[in-house]
């Protein structure tokens, strides 16, 4: 695998750094293995959902966390109360973290457990202030009269 050197970029562009962080972050693969896997839908315009197959978790072994820009989420399997002998052991009954890297303004708004898959669901709610607004012309003899 090839390493990129981001340095030159913090030295030349400003405000970029997240940029440059992001793409330092997706070329690490920073331990997340394929391990749960998962699928990020597009639903509307401004509505994600993110979902994860956790078959063999319950609810209480399963944690979300959002801070910042970060979205969290672990998996912590119970120890189990009886020892079973497998034939054969297709299942993963492993532990997981994964981490996901939300865009500006993007909030988790809830999550279900169903069937074995995990979905949670994420808004990008735009404040009124940075949205686009339509700016009135008017006459400029109507201006200098006033």
């Keep these: ?4 050197d981001l340095t030159p970029l913090y030295r030349s562009a400003i405000g970029f750094d997240r940029l ?8 690490s693969n920073k331990g997340n293995s394929g391990y749960p896997p998962y699928n990020i839908e597009l ?3 401004n509505r994600y959902r993110i979902t994860m197959a956790v078959a063999g978790f319950t609810m209480e072994e399963l944690d979300i966390t959002s801070q910042g820009e970060k979205l969290l989420v672990k998996g912590v ?7 079973r002998q497998y034939l054969y052991q ?6 997981f973290e994964r981490t996901f890297q939300l865009a500006d303004y993007v909030t988790v708004v809830g999550a279900n ?7 949670i669901d994420l808004v990008r709610e735009i404040p009124e202030a940075l949205k686009p607004r339509k700016i009135e012309i008017t006459n400029a ?6």
């Design 77 to 83: 399997k119970a120890e189990a109360k009886e020892e």
């Design 43 to 45: 639903l509307s315009d």
């Design 1 to 4: 695998m090839r390493n990129y």
């Design 90 to 95: 297709g299942i993963a009954e492993r532990g």
């Design 20 to 27: 440059a962080q992001l793409a330092e972050h997706a070329a």
């Design 141 to 146: 003899r109507v201006l200098e009269a006033e």
């Design 113 to 119: 457990l169903e069937n074995g898959l995990l979905n």
